[in-house]
């Protein structure tokens, strides 16, 4: 399952990524919004979002936004979830956030790729897998943690 959010910055863009997923016939459930509103919150949205994946071994999110930044970091609140976040850099980075991170969920900076950039991303994103293994121990250390300041 993929579970997919926006806030308005990325609301066009997650449209045509929803039909790209269907195309390519992923499971997928649109977590808003599902009426452009410009002066939405993207936490609404991404929040929920992030739940979802957490909730649910396995699945994935992809997250939208103008620079996904925000978004990011909205969904990393939420615990089991790994946000990585891409804006149009080298593809390799998609690739080691699965591999080495076992990302779960995608955050794209909607202002700063085009379609066909983001249907790559997200087919990488989708076929990439974790490699496990000295990484593991490293994403259990940082579940285990509460860090205050």
């Given at each position: 399952?993929?579970?997919?959010?926006?806030?308005?910055?990325?609301?066009?863009?997650?449209?045509?990524?929803?039909?790209?997923?269907?195309?390519?016939?992923q499971?997928?459930?649109?977590?808003?919004?599902l009426?452009?509103?410009?002066?939405?919150?993207?936490?609404?949205?991404?929040?929920?979002?992030?739940?979802?994946?957490?909730?649910?071994?396995?699945?994935?999110?992809?997250?939208?936004?103008?620079?996904?930044?925000?978004?990011?970091?909205?969904?990393?609140?939420?615990?089991?979830?790994?946000?990585?976040?891409?804006?149009?850099?080298?593809?390799?980075?998609?690739?080691?956030?699965?591999?080495?991170?076992?990302?779960?969920?995608?955050?794209?900076?909607?202002?700063?790729?085009?379609?066909?950039?983001?249907?790559?991303?997200?087919?990488?994103?989708?076929?990439?897998?974790f490699?496990?293994?000295?990484?593991?121990?490293?994403?259990?250390?940082?579940?285990?943690q509460?860090?205050?300041?």
């Amino acid at each position: 399952m993929i579970y997919i959010a926006s806030d308005h910055a990325g609301f066009e863009l997650k449209k045509q990524i929803l039909q790209h997923l269907k195309n390519t016939d992923q499971e997928v459930e649109d977590c808003g919004p599902l009426l452009l509103d410009p002066a939405d919150d993207y936490p609404d949205f991404i929040i929920p979002c992030g739940q979802k994946v957490a909730q649910n071994p396995g699945s994935m999110g992809i997250i939208l936004g103008r620079s996904g930044n925000g978004e990011a970091m909205a969904a990393n609140k939420v615990k089991g979830v790994r946000a990585a976040l891409y804006y149009g850099t080298h593809e390799e980075i998609i690739r080691l956030a699965r591999e080495h991170n076992n990302a779960n969920v995608l955050s794209l900076g909607a202002q700063f790729l085009t379609i066909d950039q983001v249907k790559r991303a997200i087919d990488l994103f989708i076929e990439t897998k974790f490699e496990g293994g000295r990484h593991q121990r490293r994403i259990e250390k940082i579940a285990q943690q509460e860090i205050r300041s």
